[in-house]
Each structure stands twice: as structure tokens, then as C-alpha cells.
């Protein structure tokens, strides 16, 4: 007999709301959850094959220890004690940065953080790499430049806009935002409404937009600095916005008043007069602005970024409905970095300093390769999988090899996994207690916590447990007494007393709490990640709490229960909070609370940003004379996880695609082989001739080259993207990668 639950979406960062269907401990059927208050239903192709990612022949059931060249069984008391020791030893001759831990990103196990972070910080290390800081560490160090704290940022409100504009996104692929295809398509079909989208790429979005600039590759950083000339020449810009709500505006604005704007728009390759009408309606309507991966991993990624917000602020569109408003969350994304701090610890090869509290990467090969005395030895990774994931998988390749220790906890065998000298198996998202961050939502904050639906097979854990019990191997965890058990097993409000009580008599608690919720609420609750929740409830910060009470939750000391028992007893997801429309400006965290739209650290990358110097860095390089993206999202590809293959059964996703003129000119025709080289490495693939596809770029997408059940599926774009090919931030230009195609003989 099936059962019918309500979960949500694990393969991308929106956790789209579901309802599925389980038969004999299998999902057998899966569609939109209309009670979902964020997702009202909505659901793409990938939420829609989720079977795919529970049950495949990856799955892992029992941890392993390699031995020699395979995988042995072997107990987790063992693995956890063998682990345990490992690292103590390499921690104690080598010191804390010898240790680094690659986790807390990963769709299906947010909670797990909570309980790698203080892993790691309990150990002595601060090296957390995650994805956040593969493709956003520009913005968010722009963002604590310009608005006090890198986790403050705006977001569009797509509901009240007349007006989106939008630069490197596809939202009509990859989402991003709630229900975006169907908001996109929603703004395009209102005749009092505009889509302009600016990408290279004849993309899915740019089909259905009102107007398409098909911009010159790598050009959008000069395009901006031309837009906000042009409304600043002509007298566009909301001068009384500008005073109230910014400052430095005199200080910048001489780089744009007498900037030759003409001469800009023609090196991008599009029409002055189109984009000066483009600048007179952002600056007059409703307007809001989207930019994603197109720009954000690019060429000029953190000067694309602080001239992105520039715009808005000088139109007076950041903070106010149909602008880019500042959303809430239950709990910030990451904390607060600051390289200036003189206690900020940087990488000691690469010299990177955190982002959100974050490392890039892109740099930790290096790191391992590195003869430093400090470099990195062991390194713990968890709902990740670098190997594919990140950029120059071949130095991947070395670097991990060289470890003393790698430990992947996942529940597949990932590519990453394959290399480990222990692989610990985690349940998933489908198995275990989890929790939705990351949909940007306004005015309301909407929070789902996932529950687990199906049983695991064999001995899978939450992650979050293989943490504690590591942890409390390592000796991390101080004493609990008996009566904070008992409490726990008696009900929250005993608990919360008990906990007070042993908090202010243990000096360590509060540095180990997730560990002490873990093994008393937890095991009464029979879920880390839920006492998680509950802890988190307990302390959420005040702004939020304003927001909750806005939202109806009761202010004072029972608010966190009350929003704990609220969550639980909605698996289909509830509005937590909701946000002030009017006061969204009281967001900026900056000393005096206006934007700061000076960053000195930018300067000299933004005055050299002209057509002169332009020309010459995109001048073509004979020996790689095609510009590569390096990673797309489209409906074949969801997180490396997706393992089998067979979701896409029928379908053409690992692709090169390339423009008509360029495939005549290399005389390869559509469905030919092709090689491709960078100075990463070359693979060959399968060439798409197709409009959507720029003149002199290509594209290939990511997510692919798994191999699964002996058979390679599609290409690892990461074969061809450099670790060094970034910026000065720590962010891969994957999407200007500069390469050679050659026409593969059927000889070969």
C-alpha cells in the first residue's frame, strides 16, 4: 500500500514544495505540492525525477576503508575511531591548517553545517571551502563593502516589478528564484511590463524576453559602467535618493560623467541608441536588476558586481518595491568576513582571505600542493563532490592523492568519494530530518523542514550524526550530565531549563552546543538535525524575531517554540516571518545606514574598464581562439549527485554547442566529434550547432562525465577549466575560458 508525503526539492537552491508517492519503500510517483505556500505547486523537471537521485546503484549502505586500491567494510565504530585518531595526529605535528573541511552547501543537508563548522573550529581549523565561494565570493565581498555585512543582500521583487532587467541569468533553466519560468513568462505576456535580458547566448529566458542584446562575450562590467554614464549624463538618476539613502556618490561619480559611453556600447558590440532607451525606462519605471553566473564568474566578476548595484542605487531601486529588496531568512547564509580585521586567517599558499567566512576552491590544490610547513594534510568532505564540481578536476586529482587523509561522508560513490582513503555513508534528503535556506523570499519568509519519507538501506547516517560522533571521539564535546538526558526525554521546556542551567556551569557548552543538542535532544528525538532546528529557534537573531512577530508568532521567550512546533507540524512549509515593505532600507548594516558606494580596492579596475583597454584583453589569442562557458544549467542537469543517468534517457544534454558560421568554417557538422583544449587539458564531445550559441563561443554544460555502472555518461566541463584562471578573489572565470576546437577524424 503507497503513502502520500510532502517534502520538497533537493536539487536546487528554491526546495521547491512536493508530494510524493511511496510504494514498498520506493518514491513511485512525484508532482507539485499546491500546498506549499512558496512554490503554490510549481515544479521542473528535475523536482519531478528525484526517484532518480533516492534510488540508484551508487547509493552507499556501509562505511568503507580503502585497502590498497579497493574498498573494504568495515564498522562505523571503527571508521569513526580510525578517523578519529588520524586526524588528531595530523592536527597535533602539523598544526589546525593543516585540516580543512569542504561541506555545508550541499542541497539536501543544510543542517549538517552546523555540526561540520564546529567540527572543524573544535579541531583549530577555519578552512571552510564551500560552493559559495566557487561562484559568489566577488559579489558578497561587495555586498560588506557597500551595504556593512557581506550576508545583507538584495533580491529582486519580481511581484511589484515593471520592469527586469536581466545579465547572465537563465532563469528560465535554473531557477533562482520562486516559480521563476513561471514569473518570467508572467512579466514577458503583461503588456505593461518589460523583460530585457543581456547575455551572449540565445538562452531560454532570452526567447521569451521582449527585448534580447546578444552582448560581446566578457563585456558586461564595461557595459554597466556605460549604462550608468548614460543616465547620469543625461540626468536620469534619482537625486534625491541618492542623497538620502547613499554616500560617495560625488566621490565616484566623476568616473562616469565624462566617460565615453559611445565608444564602450560599440566594443560590446550592441547599439548605442538601443542601450541609451534601455537607460532612460531602468531609470524612470519600476525597475529591478538580475545578474547570475554569466557575470558573476566572468571576467571583472567583484567590479561587475559593485557597478551592478551602482546602477541601482543611483536609479533609487535598491530597497524599495519592484527594486531589489533586501529579503529575510530564518538564518544568514554565512557569517560576516572582513580581510581588513587583522585576525583574519588567510590561506597560507594562496594568501585568500575568507568570504561569508568561506574559502575559494579553486585554491585549495594549491594548498595541498604546496611544500608550506602548514599546508593543507587532511581534508573532510561532505555533500560535495569536487572532483566534478570544481574547477581543473586534473589538479583535483593530484592534490587529493597527496593527502595524508580524505574523508568523504555522501551517500553516493562519488567521483570524490572514489579517491578517499574512507567513505562514510550519509542518508538523504529523502531519509532524514533537513531544512530549506536558501529561497529568497519577500515580504514573507517561508522555512520547510524536510522529514524523512522512506527507510534507508544498510547503515546509513545523518550527516549531522557522523559529525557528533566524531566529535565526541576526538574528545570535543565537555562532560553532559545525566539530568540533561532525563530533561530531554521529559519535553522542551524542561530541556530549555535543563540546558540554561548546564550552559552557565560549563564554560565549554556553548562552543560545542550543536554536539550537546545532538546527543541529548537528538536521541530523544531520534534526529540531530531536528534538535538542530530546535537549538536554532531558541537564539535566532533579533531581526528576525521582529519579523516573526510581524508574521504572528508570539514575542518573548516562547517564540522559538512556538515557531519549532509550527514547522514540524507543517511538512508542506509555512511563512516563519515577514518582512517590513516600507523600512527594507533599515537592512543596510553600514555605520551611518546609507549604501557606500566608494570601495578604493576597486578603483583602478574600474578606471582602466574603458574600450581602450578593453580591446586589448579580448583581442584573440591565436592559440586559443574561441571563448568556452564552462558550465550551463538546463533541465538534463541538477547537482553531481543526480547519478543515474537514466532520467535523461532519450534526451541530448552533453553537448558543445556552437554558431552555424563557426562549425562551416571548422567544416564539422551537427553531431560530429569535436576536441577541445584549454590549458587545462582537452576532451572531446559531441558538437550542437545551434543559434542559441554566440559567434566565436561555445558552451558545454556542467554537472556531466559521471561514470555510473561501469559506462562514462557525457563530459567533465572541469577537465577544461584552470584552478588559476580566477580572480583576485578567489572566483573561476568559467565563463570566459579561452580554448581551440579542432574536428576529431573518424580515424580516431
Not at 555540526?115 to 561562484?135: D, I, K, N, P, W
Not at 511590463?193 to 562590467?221: C, F, W, Y
Not at 525606462?281 to 553566473?293: E, H, I, W
Not at 534517457?649 to 554558431?659: A, Q
Request: proline share 5%; aromatic share 8%; hydrophobic share 40%.
Amino acid at each position: 500500500m503507497s503513502t502520500i508525503h510532502k517534502t520538497g526539492c533537493v536539487l536546487c537552491a528554491q526546495n521547491c514544495g512536493l508530494e510524493v508517492e511511496v510504494e514498498d519503500n520506493r518514491i513511485v510517483k512525484v508532482k507539485g505540492d499546491k500546498s506549499n505556500v512558496k512554490s503554490e505547486g510549481y515544479v521542473c523537471r528535475k523536482g519531478m525525477n528525484i526517484a532518480y537521485h533516492q534510488h540508484n546503484a551508487d547509493r552507499l549502505k556501509y562505511p568503507l576503508k580503502k585497502v590498497g586500491d579497493k574498498f573494504e567494510r568495515i564498522s562505523w565504530e571503527q571508521a569513526i575511531d580510525e578517523i578519529a585518531a588520524k586526524l588528531k595526529d595530523i592536527v597535533g605535528k602539523y598544526g589546525p591548517k593543516s585540516f580543512a573541511y569542504m561541506g555545508g552547501g550541499g542541497q539536501g543537508c543544510h543542517f549538517e553545517a552546523a555540526f561540520g563548522v564546529r567540527l572543524m573550529r573544535g579541531l583549530g581549523s577555519r578552512y571552510h571551502y564551500s560552493a559559495v565561494t566557487q561562484e559568489f565570493s566577488g559579489m558578497f565581498w561587495t555586498f560588506g563593502r557597500m551595504f556593512g555585512r557581506q550576508p545583507v543582500f538584495p533580491e529582486i521583487d519580481s511581484h511589484e516589478t515593471d520592469y527586469l532587467l536581466v545579465f547572465g541569468w537563465n532563469g528560465m533553466e535554473s531557477n533562482q528564484i520562486p516559480q521563476a519560468a513561471k514569473e518570467l513568462q508572467r512579466i514577458a505576456k503583461d503588456p505593461e511590463k518589460m523583460l530585457v535580458v543581456i547575455d551572449p547566448r540565445l538562452s531560454e529566458t532570452a526567447k521569451i524576453a521582449n527585448q534580447h542584446l546578444r552582448i560581446r562575450p566578457g563585456t558586461d562590467a564595461l557595459l554597466m559602467r556605460a549604462m550608468i554614464a548614460i543616465i547620469l549624463q543625461e540626468g536620469w538618476e534619482n537625486k534625491d535618493y541618492i542623497a538620502q539613502h547613499t554616500s560617495g556618490f560625488d566621490e565616484i561619480k566623476n568616473l562616469f560623467t565624462n566617460f565615453d559611453v559611445r565608444a564602450a556600447v560599440k566594443t560590446c558590440n550592441l547599439d548605442y541608441d538601443q542601450i541609451r532607451e534601455i537607460c532612460r525606462q531602468f531609470a524612470t519605471r519600476k525597475s529591478c536588476l538580475r545578474y547570475d553566473l554569466g557575470l558573476l564568474m566572468n571576467r571583472h566578476s567583484a567590479v561587475s558586481s559593485y557597478l551592478a548595484n551602482i546602477l541601482l542605487a543611483v536609479c533609487g531601486r535598491i530597497g524599495v518595491r519592484g527594486g531589489n529588496v533586501f529579503h529575510g531568512v530564518l538564518m544568514p547564509l554565512g557569517s560576516h568576513s572582513d580581510e581588513r580585521d587583522p585576525k583574519a586567517v588567510r590561506t597560507v599558499t594562496t594568501n585568500f582571505p575568507p568570504v561569508m567566512g568561506y574559502y575559494p576552491p579553486n585554491a585549495i590544490q594549491e594548498e595541498i600542493l604546496s611544500d608550506h610547513p602548514e599546508r593543507i594534510r587532511a581534508v573532510y568532505v561532505c555533500g560535495a563532490n569536487p572532483l566534478r564540481s570544481y574547477a581543473d578536476t586534473t589538479a583535483y586529482e593530484q592534490a587529493f592523492k597527496r593527502l595524508d587523509l580524505l574523508v568523504t561522508a555522501e551517500m553516493v560513490m562519488s567521483e570524490t568519494a572514489a579517491l578517499s582513503h574512507y567513505v562514510l555513508p550519509s542518508r538523504s534528503g529523502y531519509e532524514s530530518w533537513d531544512g530549506t535556506f536558501f529561497p529568497m523570499t519577500f515580504p514573507g519568509i517561508h522555512f520547510q523542514m524536510r522529514r524523512p519519507i522512506v527507510e534507508p538501506e544498510g547503515e546509513p547516517l545523518e550527516l549531522g550524526e557522523i559529525h557528533l560522533r566524531l566529535a565526541d571521539k576526538l574528545g570535543l564535546i565537555p562532560p553532559i550530565p545525566e539530568k540533561l538526558y532525563k530533561a530531554a526525554e521529559e519535553s522542551h521546556a524542561a530541556f530549555g531549563q535543563a540546558l540554561m542551567e548546564y550552559a552557565m556551569a560549563e564554560p565549554q557548552a556553548m562552543k560545542a552546543m550543536p554536539f550537546v543538542l545532538g546527543k541529548t535532544l537528538g536521541k530523544a528525538m531520534g534526529s540531530v538535525h531536528r534538535a538542530a532546528l530546535w537549538g536554532m529557534l531558541q537564539t535566532v537573531p533579533k531581526p528576525f524575531r521582529k519579523n516573526a512577530a510581524r508574521a504572528g508568532f508570539t514575542p518573548g521567550m516562547e517564540m522559538g517554540e512556538e515557531l519549532f512546533q509550527k514547522i514540524i507540524d507543517h511538512p508542506e512549509g509555512i511563512w516563519i516571518g515577514l518582512m517590513d515593505p516600507v523600512e527594507n532600507l533599515a537592512n543596510v548594516r553600514t555605520e551611518d545606514g546609507k549604501i557606500n558606494l566608494v570601495i578604493p580596492e576597486l578603483r583602478a579596475e574600474l578606471e582602466n574598464l574603458d574600450s581602450e583597454h578593453e580591446e586589448v584583453e579580448l583581442a584573440p589569442d591565436p592559440a586559443y581562439p574561441f571563448i568556452l562557458m564552462a558550465g550551463r544549467h538546463f533541465k538534463m542537469n541538477a547537482t553531481t549527485l543526480m547519478r543515474n543517468p537514466a532520467w535523461n534517457e532519450g534526451k541530448r544534454y552533453s553537448t558543445c554547442m556552437m554558431h552555424a558560421e563557426d562549425a562551416a568554417a571548422l567544416g564539422v557538422k551537427d553531431g560530429q566529434m569535436v576536441r577541445v583544449t584549454t590549458e587545462a587539458g582537452s576532451v572531446e564531445i559531441e558538437v550542437e550547432v545551434t543559434e542559441m550559441a554566440h559567434k566565436g563561443h561555445v558552451v558545454i554544460p556542467h554537472g556531466f562525465g559521471l561514470i555510473y555502472d561501469g559506462k562514462a555518461y557525457g563530459v567533465n566541463v572541469n577537465r577544461l577549466t584552470k584552478n588559476t584562471n580566477r580572480d583576485w578573489i578567489g572566483t573561476p572565470m568559467h565563463r570566459f575560458v579561452r580554448c581551440r576546437i579542432e574536428a576529431v577524424s573518424r580515424n580516431n
